[in-house]
């Protein structure tokens, strides 16, 4: 995958993942991987970071909980509103960039 193409694409592929629900960190990781058949993969280093920014932004709202499966607290992360509507002008953004750029194939 192009890096450039990844990194300014990334808080529209988490907040896309979020807008499914509740997720911890390696959940969403875990989630863009499957969903994207192994093409796009989000490390810590890069997942982590955008996480904290979108929680700056106030489209995440994160939340320390008691995972599933037990063991230590985990921080889970939730759209908020605000991040509904981000994400859904990125998403009109994007395509709107998209269908320009098919036209030039």
């Known amino acids: 995958m192009e890096p450039n193409l990844f990194k300014g694409n990334l808080d529209l592929i988490v907040l896309s993942v979020l807008s499914g629900g509740e997720r911890y960190g390696l959940e969403i990781g875990k989630e ?26 106030g489209w995440v709202v994160a939340e320390e909980k008691q995972p599933p499966r037990g063991g230590p607290l985990v921080r889970y992360y939730t759209l908020t509103q605000p991040g509904h509507t981000e994400l859904q002008r990125r998403r009109e953004a994007y395509q709107t960039f998209d269908e320009a750029l098919r036209t030039l194939w």
């Open 32 to 57: 863009v991987d499957a969903r994207s058949g192994g093409y796009l993969t989000l490390n810590a280093g890069s997942l982590y970071p955008a996480l904290h920014r979108l929680e700056k932004q």
